[in-house]
């Protein structure tokens, strides 16, 4: 296989795992998964030798990435609506009911190259997703299209400059507005809520149309921090109360804006999708 890109290791203090050293030394593999996964593949060279996530990095090596096999990766069949796509990202609209990635086949990871043009800069890669929506939430994935794109977005969410904003149906009456801060997995969580609007309901007593803005990103933070408050979304199953679970018709809960400053141009991004028709039958707007 031929050669990519060469690092030399400069003078360290302290030595470093590869898989943690590695990261953004290489511009086709910028991220910690994706060095991961070169390492696993074994196209990865410290000093023209195979290496390991337990390979150690002490300074003065010399790092190599080869080029890997042609990779034979399906696509997912599965149209998607573009909100907004240049050279570096992508914003898509996610249907509900479709997992981002993972080992099924049938993710939003495996239908991206087959809607999003390949971009023509010098490290594009694959378009990858660069966070998560949960299987049934539909609305706003933000994709990179370069490994500095990646890295860069990646960065972004890790430094909380990148602003979520969800709609979600909830059961029972609520307070109009409020903080919740109850930890998540055992981590710190925060999450602001605001009541948009309420309607009376036989089978529910209350529903409302709330705005949510995660501040966090645990996984299922909104879910559990709305169950938490006794107001638990509709058609959660796995959160809601067992008898006031609607079924058959998915979660209640849309991505519906993010907001960020685009790492490459600068542009003060804002983009906005509309809400589901199931929420808007509920609450017309």
């Known amino acids: 296989m031929n050669i990519l ?30 060095i991961k996964k070169a390492i696993k593949k074994e196209i990865i060279l410290v000093d023209q ?58 993710t939003i990871d495996n239908a991206l190259s087959s809607n999003l043009q390949a971009s023509t800069l010098e490290d594009t890669v694959r378009p990858r997703p660069t966070h998560r929506l949960d299987y049934p939430t539909s609305g706003l994935l933000l994709i990179g299209k370069t ?12 430094r909380k400059k990148i602003q979520k ?19 998540v997995d055992g981590k710190e969580s925060l999450s602001f809520y605001k009541v948009l609007d309420s309607v009376p309901s036989k089978r529910f007593n209350h529903l409302n149309l709330v705005e949510l803005c995660p501040k966090t990103g645990r996984r299922h933070q909104l879910r559990k921090h709305l169950s938490s408050l006794g107001n638990p979304i509709l058609g959660d199953k796995e959160y809601g109360k067992e008898n006031l679970i609607l079924r058959g018709k998915g979660l209640y809960l849309h991505a519906s804006q993010l907001t960020f400053t685009h790492p490459f141009t600068q542009e003060e991004m804002q983009v906005n999708t509309p809400l589901p028709k199931k929420i808007l039958k509920i609450f017309p707007q």
């Open 147 to 158: 490994s500095s794109a990646i890295l860069q977005l990646n960065q972004l969410f890790e």
């Open 5 to 34: 890109e060469t690092h030399i290791v400069p003078t360290l203090t302290d030595p470093q795992r590869l898989q943690e050293y590695a990261v953004g030394i290489f511009k086709s593999v910028a991220t910690r998964s994706a």
């Open 49 to 106: 030798e195979t290496s390991s996530t337990a390979t150690w990095i002490k300074g003065g090596e010399t790092i190599q990435l080869l080029e890997a096999q042609e990779s034979t990766r399906k696509v997912f069949d599965l149209t998607l609506e573009i909100l907004f796509e240049d050279e570096y990202l992508a914003i898509i609209n996610k249907p509900a009911g479709v997992l981002v990635s993972g080992n099924s086949f049938a």
């Open 165 to 183: 904003t969800y709609h979600a149906v909830t059961i029972g009456k609520m307070q109009p507005e409020g903080k919740i801060s109850l930890d």
